[in-house]
């Protein structure tokens, strides 16, 4: 199929596309990557009446590290992210999820913030976000507002940006040399969207664990972070971590939607694997 008609523009700052974005109401869409917006335009799922590219804009943020910050503007790709020597030094967990995200072709167009900006409950940026407590900023015309990565995701596709709003940046907190990270994720084949998913950051201070965020995603409406696992984990030991208790209160926690991949029970089950995959990862050990 073929798109139904639109109008397209292509401002020169990010400003200037917020302004767009406003002036045209509801019927606007962002574009940037474009991976997940064109096969919804094909398939008549999506029908905006305006496509705002912001591919040329001058004013998007670099991929740098910066005051403790990996800042990751709205035009970097995936695959920056994945080939980057800053991201593996300065933010572990991406560096471990990038190779999850779909395809090398999508992640060579594909954007971080055009992912956090969809929200889909099965990507890998979100989870990742959700699990280094990242800032996500939104413009519009009128300026600039930050919002914490913990209260951004709402519901099924559903975020704390406006419809006025473009996400213009993400920003990591920089990992410190005692944090640790893991990251699994079950898909029926490589590339595919996650059954389910653990996206997990544990903070050490004295060899204790003082935090640990660990993110399941892919099986609920939105990215949840485990309170059981951080209430069990905070304080002990990181080589003494019960991971087959955590795994089970990770499991027990969930609320899982059933569909074509699977029903409640099997995706309780799925999530139990993947959290004692990455608590090894956390653990250092073999499970």
């Known amino acids: 199929m073929k798109p139904s008609a639109f109008e397209y523009l292509r401002p020169n700052s990010l400003i200037e596309a917020a302004a767009m974005l406003e002036e045209a109401g509801d019927g606007a869409q962002i574009l940037a990557g474009g991976q997940s917006l064109v096969p919804t335009l094909s398939l008549r799922l999506s029908s905006p009446t305006l496509l705002i590219d912001i ?22 790709r995936h695959v920056e992210l994945e080939r980057s020597t800053m ?9 471990l999820a990038m190779p999850h995200v779909a395809h090398p072709a999508i992640r060579n167009r594909g954007t971080p913030c055009g992912s956090i900006a969809l929200a889909d409950p099965a990507a890998e940026i979100p989870a990742c976000a959700l699990a280094l407590n990242a800032d996500i900023v939104l413009q519009n015309s009128g300026g600039r507002r930050t919002v914490p ?23 990591f907190p920089a990992a410190r040399s005692s944090d640790r990270f893991g990251f699994a994720e079950l898909s029926r084949r490589r590339g595919d969207f996650a059954i389910v998913g653990i996206a997990a950051a544990a903070q050490l201070e004295d060899n204790g664990i003082r935090s640990l965020r660990l993110v ?26 019960p991971i087959e208790e955590i795994a089970d209160a990770v499991a027990a926690e969930l609320d899982p939607m059933e569909n074509a991949q699977g029903d409640a029970a099997a995706k309780r089950q799925q999530a139990y694997a993947m959290a004692k995959r990455v608590m090894a990862q956390l653990n250092e050990r073999e499970v």
Do not use: W
């Not at 990565?149 to 920003?171: C, D, M, N, P």
């Not at 949840?224 to 002990?236: D, I, K, L, T, W």
């Open 216 to 241: 399941i995603f892919g099986c609920e409406p939105i990215p949840r972070v485990s309170a059981a696992a951080h209430a069990m984990a905070q304080g002990r030991e990181i080589g003494e971590l």
């Open 149 to 171: 990565a913990e209260k951004y995701f709402i519901g099924l596709y559903e975020t704390a940006r406006l419809s006025t709003e473009v996400v213009v940046e993400l920003r």
């Open 87 to 95: 991201v593996r030094q300065h933010a572990p967990l991406l560096a």
């Open 55 to 76: 591919n040329r804009v001058a004013d998007s943020a670099p991929l740098e590290h910066c005051d403790g910050v990996v800042r990751c503007g709205a035009r970097i």
